[in-house]
C-alpha cells in the first residue's frame, strides 16, 4: 500500500462519520425549516408545496403568494398574544423563586450543621422517585380545598420547591463553595443568610443559570399541570392555548403552525444564550451523582 | 457585629423554611393523600364515598386499563431499545478527535429537547399526515414508501416512537457525550483497527466505562417514557385512537380523573404507576451498585 493509498483509508472513517453526522443534524432540522415555511404558506399552498410555493418568480417560487396572514390571525383574531404573557409570567416567576428556595435549602443542606439535617436530606432524596402523576389527582384536591383552582398562584406555589433543584443545589454547593472560605466569613462575624447571598450564590453562579432555565422550559412546556389548575381561557398559557386553538381552528394548518413556531421562539434564544451553562448542569446530575 | 448562637441554630431552618413548607404541602402531603384516595370513589373534587380495595380490583379487571399498561411498556422499549443505541452511536461519533464542527452538531442534534412535548404534538399531527405529510413524503422520495402509509390511524405507536426518537436522541447524547469523557483516551491509531477490534474495544473498554451513566440514562428514559401524555394526548385529539392504540396510563389516568370525574381510580392508577417506577429505580441502583462492587 503506498502512503497516499493508507492516507485515503484513514480519512474515510472520518468522512464516513461527518456524513452521518451532517444526515442526522439534516433530518432534526428539516421539521424545523418545514415549520417556518408552512407559517408563511395559506389556503391551497400549505397543502400543495411542501417548503415554498412554486409559481412564476424568481426560481420557479411564488413569492407573492407567501403572506403573514397566519400570524395576524393568531394575534388578532385567536388572541395568542395574551397566552403569550401569560406563559412568559408564569415561566419567569416561577423559574426565580424555585431557583432562590431551591439554593437556599441546597446549601443549608450542604454545609450548616443542624439536628435533623440527615432527615431532611434522606427525605428529599426518598421524595425523587415520587413521579409527578401520582400527585395529578390528590393535588388537584388539594388545590380545590386552598381555592387554588384556575388561579396563577395554584400553578406558582406548588412548583417552587421542586426536590430535584434542592438535590442539584447541594451537588453545586458540595464541590463549589469550600469550607474554609465559609469558615472564615463565619469568623469574621458573617451571618450564614448572608454567606449564602454574599458567598455561596456567586460560586454556584452557573448552576443557577442552568437551574433558571431548566425551570423555565419546564413551566413553559408544561400542559398537564396547567391544563388541569386552569379553566378560563385568557389564563391559558402557550401549551394549553395551542392546543385549543388545535380544536376550534383544526383546518387552518397555517395558523396552529405560526402558533407552534411562535411558542419555540423565545425559549429557543433564551437557551442559545445560555447553552453551555445549561448542558453543564444537565450532566453534573448524572455525573457526579 | 456578632451574631447570637441562637441566631446561628435559627439560620438553617430559615434557609430551608420557604422549600419544607412548599414540600410539605403540595409533595409529601399529596403523596400520603393520594393513597387515601386511592380508596374512594369521587364525584368531582368535593364529593367521595369509601370503597375500600375496589378501585384496586376493578383496575386488574379493566381491558383499558391493561390496554393502558401494555402500549406504555412497549413505547417504553422501542424508546429504550431503539432510541439509545442512536444515541451513543452519535456521541461516539462526536467524540472522535477528528470531528469538526463539533459544537454546531451537539447545539442541532440537542435542540428538539427545548420545544415541549405539545409543540412536538403540534408540528408532528401535520408531519404524520397521508399524502402532503412530510414524513410520508420524504420517505417515498428516498425509498418508495407508501404515501399513503397511516401513521396516525393504524400506527400510533411507531409514529409516537418516531416524534419521541427526534425530539430526544440528541439529549440523550449529551449524557452518553459527557460519559465518553471517562474512556480512556485511544493508544493506537484509527487506520490500524479492523472491525473485530473496534468492536472489542467498545464491548470491553467502551461499554464498561460508561455504564454508570448507561443505566442512569436507561432510567430516565424509563421513566420519562411511563408519563407520555402530551404527544399522544394532542396526535389523537384527545382520545385513545382507533380501538385505544395510543391511550398511555397518564392518559387514561387523566381521563377517568377529570373527563369521567373519578380521581380516586385516578390516584389508584398513579400509585401502580409509581409502584413500577420505583422499582425500576431500585434495580438500577442495584445494578450500578454491583458494577461498583466488581
Same mark, same amino acid.
Given at each position: 500500500m503506498n502512503p497516499r493509498q493508507s492516507r485515503a483509508m484513514s480519512m474515510a472513517p472520518m468522512l464516513l462519520c461527518h456524513a452521518l453526522l451532517s444526515a442526522a443534524a439534516l433530518l432534526v432540522l428539516l421539521p424545523f425549516a418545514w415549520l417556518a415555511f408552512a407559517t408563511i404558506r395559506s389556503g391551497p399552498d400549505f397543502f400543495t408545496s411542501t417548503f415554498l410555493p412554486s409559481g412564476d418568480g424568481l426560481f420557479g417560487i411564488a413569492w407573492d403568494r407567501l403572506t403573514l396572514e397566519n400570524y395576524r390571525n393568531l394575534f388578532v383574531t385567536a388572541g395568542f398574544?395574551?397566552?403569550?404573557?401569560?406563559?412568559?409570567?408564569?415561566?419567569?416567576?416561577?423559574?426565580? !423563586?424555585?431557583?432562590?428556595?431551591?439554593?437556599?435549602?441546597?446549601?443549608?443542606?450542604?454545609?450548616?450543621?443542624?439536628?435533623?439535617?440527615?432527615?431532611?436530606?434522606?427525605?428529599?432524596?426518598?421524595? !425523587?422517585?415520587?413521579?409527578?402523576?401520582?400527585?395529578?389527582?390528590?393535588?388537584?384536591?388539594?388545590?380545590?380545598?386552598?381555592n387554588l383552582l384556575d388561579s396563577f398562584a395554584g400553578l406558582i406555589i406548588p412548583a417552587m420547591g421542586p426536590v430535584f433543584g434542592v438535590f442539584l443545589f447541594r451537588q453545586a454547593v458540595v464541590s463549589g463553595v469550600p469550607r474554609e472560605l465559609l469558615e472564615a466569613a463565619r469568623s469574621d462575624g458573617c451571618g450564614e443568610i448572608r454567606a449564602f447571598f454574599r458567598i455561596v450564590l456567586p460560586l454556584v453562579q452557573p448552576m443557577t443559570a442552568a437551574f433558571l432555565l431548566i425551570t423555565f422550559l419546564g413551566v413553559w412546556n408544561n400542559y398537564l399541570t396547567p391544563q388541569i389548575v386552569l379553566q378560563s381561557e385568557e389564563k391559558f398559557p402557550l401549551a394549553v392555548m395551542i392546543a385549543q386553538l388545535k380544536n376550534v381552528y383544526y383546518q387552518d394548518y397555517g395558523l396552529l403552525?405560526?402558533?407552534?413556531?411562535?411558542?419555540?421562539?423565545?425559549?429557543?434564544?433564551?437557551? !442559545?444564550?445560555?447553552?453551555?451553562?445549561?448542558?453543564?448542569g444537565l450532566t453534573s446530575g448524572a455525573i457526579k451523582g | 457585629m456578632k451574631h447570637s448562637p441562637a441566631r446561628a441554630a435559627l439560620a438553617p431552618w430559615i434557609l430551608l423554611a420557604p422549600f419544607l413548607t412548599v414540600f410539605v404541602v403540595f409533595t409529601l402531603y399529596p403523596a400520603a393523600s393520594s393513597l387515601w384516595l386511592s380508596t374512594r370513589q369521587t364525584f368531582g373534587p368535593g364529593v367521595s364515598v369509601p370503597v375500600g380495595g375496589s378501585n384496586y380490583s376493578n383496575l386488574f379487571h379493566d381491558p383499558s386499563f391493561w390496554k393502558a399498561l401494555r402500549n406504555t411498556v412497549v413505547f417504553t422499549l422501542g424508546s429504550v431499545l431503539i432510541q439509545l443505541p442512536l444515541s451513543l452511536l452519535l456521541a461516539i461519533i462526536l467524540n472522535r478527535p477528528d470531528i469538526r464542527a463539533r459544537t454546531f452538531f451537539r447545539v442541532v442534534l440537542f435542540s428538539?429537547?427545548?420545544?415541549?412535548?405539545?409543540?412536538?404534538?403540534?408540528?408532528?399531527?401535520?408531519?404524520f399526515g397521508k399524502r402532503t405529510g412530510l414524513v410520508n413524503q420524504l420517505l417515498h422520495a428516498s425509498t418508495g414508501w407508501d404515501l399513503d402509509f397511516p401513521w396516525l390511524d393504524t400506527y400510533v405507536m411507531p409514529a409516537l416512537i418516531v416524534a419521541t426518537l427526534w425530539q430526544y436522541v440528541g439529549f440523550n447524547m449529551i449524557y452518553f457525550l459527557a460519559a465518553l469523557q471517562n474512556v480512556p483516551k485511544e493508544l493506537e491509531e484509527a487506520s490500524r483497527m479492523d472491525t473485530a477490534a473496534v468492536w472489542s474495544r467498545f464491548r470491553h473498554v467502551t461499554l464498561p466505562a460508561?455504564?454508570?451513566?448507561?443505566?442512569?440514562?436507561?432510567?430516565?428514559?424509563?421513566?420519562?417514557?411511563?408519563?407520555?401524555? &402530551?404527544?399522544?394526548?394532542?396526535?389523537?385529539?384527545?382520545?385513545?385512537?382507533? &380501538?385505544?392504540?395510543?391511550?398511555?396510563?397518564?392518559?387514561y389516568l387523566y381521563q377517568t380523573g377529570f373527563q369521567t370525574g373519578d380521581l380516586g381510580f385516578a390516584a389508584a392508577i398513579g400509585w401502580v404507576m409509581a409502584l413500577v417506577l420505583i422499582a425500576c429505580a431500585a434495580a438500577q441502583r442495584l445494578i450500578s451498585r454491583k458494577a461498583e462492587a466488581a
Amino acid at each position: 500500500m503506498n502512503p497516499r493509498q493508507s492516507r485515503a483509508m484513514s480519512m474515510a472513517p472520518m468522512l464516513l462519520c461527518h456524513a452521518l453526522l451532517s444526515a442526522a443534524a439534516l433530518l432534526v432540522l428539516l421539521p424545523f425549516a418545514w415549520l417556518a415555511f408552512a407559517t408563511i404558506r395559506s389556503g391551497p399552498d400549505f397543502f400543495t408545496s411542501t417548503f415554498l410555493p412554486s409559481g412564476d418568480g424568481l426560481f420557479g417560487i411564488a413569492w407573492d403568494r407567501l403572506t403573514l396572514e397566519n400570524y395576524r390571525n393568531l394575534f388578532v383574531t385567536a388572541g395568542f398574544g395574551r397566552s403569550l404573557l401569560s406563559s412568559l409570567f408564569l415561566a419567569s416567576v416561577t423559574a426565580l !423563586l424555585a431557583t432562590l428556595v431551591c439554593a437556599m435549602a441546597g446549601y443549608a443542606l450542604a454545609r450548616l450543621e443542624f439536628k435533623g439535617r440527615g432527615f431532611v436530606a434522606a427525605l428529599v432524596l426518598a421524595a !425523587l422517585v415520587i413521579p409527578p402523576p401520582l400527585l395529578v389527582a390528590s393535588g388537584f384536591r388539594l388545590l380545590f380545598d386552598l381555592n387554588l383552582l384556575d388561579s396563577f398562584a395554584g400553578l406558582i406555589i406548588p412548583a417552587m420547591g421542586p426536590v430535584f433543584g434542592v438535590f442539584l443545589f447541594r451537588q453545586a454547593v458540595v464541590s463549589g463553595v469550600p469550607r474554609e472560605l465559609l469558615e472564615a466569613a463565619r469568623s469574621d462575624g458573617c451571618g450564614e443568610i448572608r454567606a449564602f447571598f454574599r458567598i455561596v450564590l456567586p460560586l454556584v453562579q452557573p448552576m443557577t443559570a442552568a437551574f433558571l432555565l431548566i425551570t423555565f422550559l419546564g413551566v413553559w412546556n408544561n400542559y398537564l399541570t396547567p391544563q388541569i389548575v386552569l379553566q378560563s381561557e385568557e389564563k391559558f398559557p402557550l401549551a394549553v392555548m395551542i392546543a385549543q386553538l388545535k380544536n376550534v381552528y383544526y383546518q387552518d394548518y397555517g395558523l396552529l403552525m405560526a402558533g407552534t413556531l411562535v411558542s419555540i421562539v423565545p425559549v429557543a434564544g433564551l437557551f !442559545l444564550f445560555l447553552q453551555r451553562d445549561f448542558v453543564a448542569g444537565l450532566t453534573s446530575g448524572a455525573i457526579k451523582g | 457585629m456578632k451574631h447570637s448562637p441562637a441566631r446561628a441554630a435559627l439560620a438553617p431552618w430559615i434557609l430551608l423554611a420557604p422549600f419544607l413548607t412548599v414540600f410539605v404541602v403540595f409533595t409529601l402531603y399529596p403523596a400520603a393523600s393520594s393513597l387515601w384516595l386511592s380508596t374512594r370513589q369521587t364525584f368531582g373534587p368535593g364529593v367521595s364515598v369509601p370503597v375500600g380495595g375496589s378501585n384496586y380490583s376493578n383496575l386488574f379487571h379493566d381491558p383499558s386499563f391493561w390496554k393502558a399498561l401494555r402500549n406504555t411498556v412497549v413505547f417504553t422499549l422501542g424508546s429504550v431499545l431503539i432510541q439509545l443505541p442512536l444515541s451513543l452511536l452519535l456521541a461516539i461519533i462526536l467524540n472522535r478527535p477528528d470531528i469538526r464542527a463539533r459544537t454546531f452538531f451537539r447545539v442541532v442534534l440537542f435542540s428538539p429537547v427545548l420545544v415541549g412535548v405539545v409543540f412536538v404534538a403540534m408540528l408532528f399531527s401535520v408531519l404524520f399526515g397521508k399524502r402532503t405529510g412530510l414524513v410520508n413524503q420524504l420517505l417515498h422520495a428516498s425509498t418508495g414508501w407508501d404515501l399513503d402509509f397511516p401513521w396516525l390511524d393504524t400506527y400510533v405507536m411507531p409514529a409516537l416512537i418516531v416524534a419521541t426518537l427526534w425530539q430526544y436522541v440528541g439529549f440523550n447524547m449529551i449524557y452518553f457525550l459527557a460519559a465518553l469523557q471517562n474512556v480512556p483516551k485511544e493508544l493506537e491509531e484509527a487506520s490500524r483497527m479492523d472491525t473485530a477490534a473496534v468492536w472489542s474495544r467498545f464491548r470491553h473498554v467502551t461499554l464498561p466505562a460508561i455504564m454508570p451513566v448507561g443505566t442512569f440514562v436507561v432510567l430516565l428514559s424509563i421513566i420519562g417514557s411511563f408519563q407520555l401524555f &402530551e404527544l399522544p394526548y394532542i396526535l389523537m385529539n384527545g382520545t385513545g385512537g382507533p &380501538e385505544d392504540r395510543g391511550l398511555t396510563l397518564v392518559m387514561y389516568l387523566y381521563q377517568t380523573g377529570f373527563q369521567t370525574g373519578d380521581l380516586g381510580f385516578a390516584a389508584a392508577i398513579g400509585w401502580v404507576m409509581a409502584l413500577v417506577l420505583i422499582a425500576c429505580a431500585a434495580a438500577q441502583r442495584l445494578i450500578s451498585r454491583k458494577a461498583e462492587a466488581a
